[in-house]
């Protein structure tokens, strides 16, 4: 089924990638005559009207399809692009909670929820996520992705907040020596 999903949306692709915005919206009309309730091709649709400058109709047709909350990775691929054009990045973080909400058990979802918070530089949010991440999937990267949130935060503490500076940064040290010691087999 994903195969022909995959077929259908090519020319939308296409016609994005090679910068035909009109056609890309043509060919999107014409697969949602078909299949009217096909959310990735809503938002291809989308992304053609926000390229051919039609913000408002675009930012309608991506509320609309957020609301359904699709789970499918080409429709939430194709919504971070429009949150992107749109400048809202803070909007992919919204989505992403949701959507693992939705499916607590998908481990690329959280994931992508993850990258979302680094793309608005949200640490403690990162810092969570990434150890929700581990709790549910006790990989070494999760781990790691905690400790570098903590320092993040202990770098973009203000001025005068040492004393949080401190604490972030013995609390990294801590994290990576237990996690050391883990590894080495509980030796040293």
């Not at 649709?45 to 930012?59: G, K, N, P």
């Not at 699709?70 to 990045?89: F, G, R, V, W």
């Not at 150890?131 to 202990?154: E, G």
């Amino acid at each position: 089924m994903a195969s022909v999903s995959e077929r259908r949306l090519r020319p939308i692709y296409d016609s994005l990638d090679c910068g035909n915005s009109k056609k890309a919206l043509q060919e999107a009309d014409r697969l949602l005559k078909k299949q009217p309730n096909f959310a990735c091709a809503k938002v291809l649709r989308a992304l053609a009207l926000l390229r051919l400058d039609r913000q408002e109709e675009s930012r309608r047709i991506v509320e609309a399809v957020v609301a359904e909350l699709p789970t499918d990775d080409n429709s939430l691929q194709a919504l971070t692009i429009c949150y992107k054009e749109l400048h809202e990045p803070h909007k992919i973080c919204e989505l992403y909670e949701a959507v693992v909400k939705k499916e607590p058990t998908n481990e690329e979802f959280h994931s992508h929820l993850f990258m979302a918070f680094v793309r608005v530089l949200n640490y403690k949010k990162q810092q969570q996520t990434a150890m929700a991440l581990y709790k549910a999937w006790p990989k070494n990267p999760y781990y790691f992705w905690a400790v570098m949130s903590i320092l993040m935060q202990a770098i973009d503490v203000e001025e005068g907040s040492l004393m949080s500076r401190t604490l972030a940064l013995q609390l990294a040290e801590r994290m990576l020596k237990d996690r050391t010691r883990e590894q080495d087999g509980g030796r040293g």
